[in-house]
């Protein structure tokens, strides 16, 4: 098979074959995508996220030393000695697991101090805490919202909140485009019981900010309730770090605010911030939360320290914007097109699928791990290269990744 006739979608669904049959159609395709050197999926990291990173050649086993430019610890609090030794107290005082569901048993005293943190941090009365910001997305949407109600979603969203809207009624606006969210309240106007309008406080292939201090006087005008997902924006933007609603002043008056654990704070999980009557009614009707065994007591140690590290050691935060400032200075001097990024994520916007496969086997050639992004993440005509920067990326770092970048985009013309 050429794999370069295709796209992930054409593997989706094939009418005349059981999965099976699928499956090995698709892994003709993956063989023939390794083999051109566009297997991009799976490196194999054998140190861990950091601004380099050993990483194995899918095509030739070597180990190569690599800029890593592709993770969201944008803080770099995987590694830090806080968020490190605080989850090897919790494993030791705790165990190796929470044991349980969190109201069977699960829940700790420890989990109780992080959800109360995550609370202060977003301005809330109480969280709740998932394993996954996937987990907490959906299962959060599904127990909310049913074919009484309408979730209207900016079409940017991530797939998390896609599928927690499965047994609901869904309407979609233009990215970011508050005339659109205007005529989907209109049209919802009356006909729904409870109307959330859901979008990503950072957007996180775009790396551009939601417009949050319009949808929310919009949304509540038509009496429509917000949800914000945070994912990229915690530790990130806002004065102190605390997301898209301090960045905006909000900071109280967005109805839901949701985020991961596993991005800016460096651990893994999810977790909802809202008033104390939502918080209690998940407990018992979000089965993501009911049926589902607690954080690890390590991740809940890990995220005490790192929300105490965001508080106390705002240099970090400081360091990253010095590096997004330096970054999108240079990268716009090259000549690339970023779209609206205004954030650590930036999209290097090619328009051409597979030119963006064969520019990312060269940068990682070069030793720069970036990942490519095409269809059907994003439209064939916005393909492009996906980077994000690092608070412990150096000047160094930067400068190499920037002269990669331009040898890179010369020779493939899109420069
Ligand atoms: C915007 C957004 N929301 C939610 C998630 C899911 O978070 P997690 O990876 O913690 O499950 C992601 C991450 O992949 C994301 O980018």
Not at 22 to 37: I, K, M, T, V
Not at 109 to 123: C, M, P, S, T, Y
Not at 216 to 243: C, F, K, T, W
Not at 376 to 394: G, K, N, Q
């Amino acid at each position: 098979m050429d794999s370069t006739k295709y796209s992930l979608a054409d593997f989706m669904d094939i009418p005349d074959l059981d999965i099976m049959g699928r499956a090995e159609l698709f892994a003709q395709y993956a063989e023939d995508s390794r083999q051109r050197g566009h297997a991009h999926f799976r490196r194999i990291s054998l140190t861990g996220s950091g601004p380099t990173m050993q990483v194995v050649d899918p095509l030739t086993g070597k180990v190569n030393e690599m800029i890593y430019m592709a993770s969201n610890d944008y803080l770099n609090l995987t590694k830090h000695p806080r968020t490190i030794a605080a989850g090897r107290a919790a494993l030791e005082k705790y165990g190796s697991g929470a044991g349980s569901v969190p109201l069977l048993g699960g829940t700790t005293d420890l989990h109780i101090e992080l959800e109360q943190k995550v609370a202060k941090f977003k301005g809330c009365e109480d969280a709740i805490l998932y394993t996954s910001g996937f987990g907490s997305n959906c299962g959060t949407l599904l127990a909310m919202l049913t074919d009484k109600d309408i979730a209207i979603l900016d079409l940017l969203v991530h797939a998390s909140i896609i599928d927690g809207c499965k047994n609901t009624n869904v309407r979609h606006f233009r990215h970011n485009d508050m005339q659109s969210l205007e005529r989907a309240l209109t049209k919802a106007k009356d006909k729904y019981r409870t109307k959330l309008v859901v979008v990503d406080g950072v957007y996180s292939m775009d790396g551009d900010i939601a417009k949050l201090d319009e949808i929310v006087q919009l949304a509540h005008s038509y009496g429509a309730y917000v949800m914000v997902d945070e994912a990229h924006a915690s530790g990130v933007i806002g004065p102190n770090g605390r997301g898209t609603p301090e960045h905006f002043g909000l900071e109280g008056q967005v109805d839901i605010v949701a985020g991961t654990f596993s991005k800016g704070l460096g651990v893994v999980g999810g977790f909802i911030a809202t008033n104390k009557d939502l918080v209690q009614l998940l407990h018992f009707y979000s089965r993501a939360y009911m049926f589902s065994t607690a954080p690890t007591p390590q991740a809940v140690g890990s995220l005490i320290a790192a929300l105490d590290v965001i508080e106390t050691e705002p240099e970090l935060r400081k360091q990253l914007w010095d590096n997004i400032i330096y970054f999108r200075e240079n990268i716009l001097k090259l000549g690339y097109n970023i779209g609206n990024a205004e954030t650590a994520i930036f999209p290097l916007i090619i328009a051409d699928g597979l030119k963006v496969r064969d520019m990312c086997r060269h940068c990682h050639e070069l030793g720069l791990y970036i990942n490519p992004v095409q269809y059907p993440a994003v439209p064939e005509r916005l393909s492009r290269l996906r980077i994000s920067l690092m608070s412990a990326h150096t000047r160094e770092h930067l400068d190499k990744a920037l002269e990669i970048l331009e040898h890179v985009g010369r020779e493939f013309d899109v420069i």
